[in-house]
């Protein structure tokens, strides 16, 4: 019902931004809530962002606040992360996610999933 498709990943050093975009081709993007998850080299996937449907609400871990931000642009069935002050630490493969529940626990968050994209931060 929903391909979506990460694009933006790059290299940057420490200090630096980059904004990941993930685009979703379904003619239902606006009733998703949408997330953003990323798993380093030999670590478990973690949560990193989510966004309702409207906008209206958000949510980040901890590690991101202050740093990331996440939006959308329903218009353009578009989801976006923008990332700030990049650590190394924030090295990982990002994944986009979009559920039919914002509330839902974030382990079990994600009808669709992206292909990832890579996000290297060297110091």
């Known amino acids: 019902q929903v391909q979506l498709v990460e694009s933006g990943g790059g290299l940057v050093q420490a200090g630096g931004s980059l904004r990941l975009s993930c685009a979703a081709s379904g003619r239902t993007f606006s009733t998703y809530a949408m997330g953003w998850f990323r798993q380093a080299p030999g670590k478990e996937r973690e949560f990193v962002a989510k966004i309702s449907r409207g906008g209206g609400s958000t949510s980040y871990a901890d590690s991101v606040k202050g740093r990331f931000t996440i939006s959308r642009d329903n218009a353009k069935n578009t989801a976006y992360l923008q990332m700030n002050s990049l650590k190394p630490e924030d090295t990982a493969v990002y994944y986009c996610?979009?559920?039919?529940?914002?509330?839902?626990?974030?382990?079990?968050?994600?009808?669709?999933w992206g292909q990832g994209t890579q996000v290297t931060v060297s110091s």
């Open positions: 996610a979009a559920d039919q529940l914002y509330g839902v626990s974030l382990e079990n968050f994600g009808d669709y």
